[in-house]
């Protein structure tokens, strides 16, 4: 029989063998490490105040030393522990997550007035800026003929009105806007950030349209992680927060 069969015979005869030395299990053909190390399935949480009442109520028993909350982005918040275990793992313990059902302003789409005064209403924190854009575009409408003066810096809008369009009144558009959208958890104040604020119509000046556009450089998201874990900090003091 040849060699190499003979050699493949005792690898399968092998194959899956495991053998004891001080202790831990190794795999008899290549010597790696078996652990089983049953881990905790996460809970699931929507808010951050639901986190903090799992924390303080403690209903697994948890060692609030080994554990740490870990802020992994602007929408999601881990509880873990230490490492532990042979294999230098983290157990977790609980997930806040923002619910995926609640619905973010669609940044950068143009939309048609109403559909845009609404988004703004529902996706917003009412602030100054807010007011502004809402008035200003609450006067729009596709029956009104819109001249649009863009010079790359500012943008204004000729709106002509009456049965002829005789009537004329330019109003200047609002350009970079402090406006506060929901982006991250309804447990906190929204961080505001800079927008840029545009107005276009088809070529017969009706029909506008309007669209935000984000201008802080993505500034908002470092700003908001910092202010979930201020805010966790102010809840618990006996946990790690690392951002």
Known sequence: MDKSVIEKIVELRDEGATKEIDGLTFSRQHMNPIYFAPRPEPIGI??????????EKNVDSVQKPDL???????????LISKLCG???????????RVDEKLQEYPFGKYMVVEEFVIRLRSMFKSTLDL??????????????????????????ATIRTGVSGAVK??????????????????????VESEFLFRIQTDEDGKNPSCALFEADGGKWRSVTIQAIKAWLAEKISDIAIIA
């Open 46 to 55: 929507c808010t951050l105040t639901g986190l903090i009442d799992y924390l």
């Open 68 to 78: 740490m909350l870990h802020i992994v982005d602007t929408k999601t918040v881990k």
């Open 86 to 96: 042979l294999d230098r793992q983290r157990d977790g313990f609980a997930t806040a």
């Open 131 to 156: 007011e502004k854009v809402i008035a200003y575009t609450s006067k729009l409408s596709s029956g009104t003929i819109i001249e649009t003066l863009d010079d790359g810096i500012s943008q204004s």
């Open 169 to 190: 009144k330019n109003e200047t558009a609002p350009i970079i806007v402090n406006l506060k959208p929901f982006r991250t958890f309804r447990d906190l104040d929204q």
